[in-house]
């Protein structure tokens, strides 16, 4: 019998993943950037990997048979990681569902839209080299350490209780905005922290978090688990972003994050 076709990924389509994904793994409990110099000055080298969400051929992990050939080596049939998670999705055919995958994704791309904005962008760059507001740099980078929201161990979180904290941390973020001039750099990074903040609320209100418990069974607590890695992998990259603008060293989980920008 002959061996079923492959449909992979052409090599435009998987420039596109790349880029989308801003070279970094989509994967929220990964951190690695796939992309960086090689020891010549003139060239750089990737380590990421385009995976399919459904698989390229028959007997790959999340095959669907309903798929054309079109379909399974489009885009949208793609999602991009590191070498190694790409290799684990790839092979666990049990592990990780499409639904999964595709959620993965789909907070990447929010992920990367927040913290890619031309505005934050400008004003990352702004805070760089003129550094204005270090004081006030500091109390933004204290306010998201304090928070066992984005250290504790996710099976000893309540989803209640990372509500009443996130509350608490806008609230905290709107009242640093009357220390700061309405559009400046800094103002503009407290708006995004609080956007991503407000995206997370979006993702999971569709669930009763007075009552969810943590149930490795449940796709309700699997939602939660999945939209409060995203937001912390989110919240992360911009508070190290941010960190970085001042020289500020960072304590604790976020100082993780402190690769994805020094890479």
């Given at each position: 019998m002959p061996t079923p076709r492959r449909h992979n990924f052409s090599a435009p389509v998987r420039r596109a993943l790349a880029i989308r994904a801003a070279h970094f793994c989509s994967n929220?409990?990964?951190l690695k950037l796939t992309a960086g110099p090689a020891s010549s000055s003139a060239h750089g080298l990737e380590t990421g990997h385009g995976a399919h969400i459904c698989a390229a051929s028959?007997?790959?992990?999340?095959?669907?048979?309903?798929?054309?050939?079109e379909e399974r080596g489009a885009a949208d049939n793609g999602i991009w990681l590191c070498r190694e998670c790409g290799d684990i999705v790839d092979k666990d055919e049990g592990g990780y569902s499409v639904a999964e995958l595709r959620a993965w994704k789909r907070n990447h791309d929010a992920m990367i839209t927040e913290v890619r904005t031309e505005g934050f962008s400008r004003s990352i760059e702004l805070l760089r080299t003129r550094r204005t507001d270090p004081a006030l740099a500091a109390r933004v980078l204290a306010l998201f350490e304090?928070?066992?929201?984005?250290?504790?161990?996710?099976d000893a979180e309540l989803p209640d209780r990372v509500r009443r904290s996130l509350d608490g941390l806008r609230k905290d973020l709107t009242a640093l905005r009357a220390d700061t001039i309405a559009g400046s750099p800094l103002d503009v990074i407290i708006v995004g922290?609080?956007?991503?903040?407000?995206?997370f609320y979006d993702v999971v209100e569709v669930y009763d978090?007075?009552?969810l418990r943590c149930n490795s069974l449940d796709p309700e607590w699997l939602g939660f688990e999945q939209a409060l890695r995203s937001l912390r992998k989110s919240i992360g990259y911009q508070v190290a972003m941010l960190a970085h603008s001042y020289g500020i060293p960072l304590q604790?989980?976020?100082?993780?994050y402190m690769s994805m920008v020094d890479a």
């Open positions: 929220p409990r990964c028959p007997g790959g992990p999340r095959y669907d048979p309903a798929q054309n050939a304090d928070r066992r929201t984005f250290w504790a161990a996710f922290l609080g956007k991503t903040i407000r995206h978090l007075e009552t604790g989980e976020f100082a993780e």
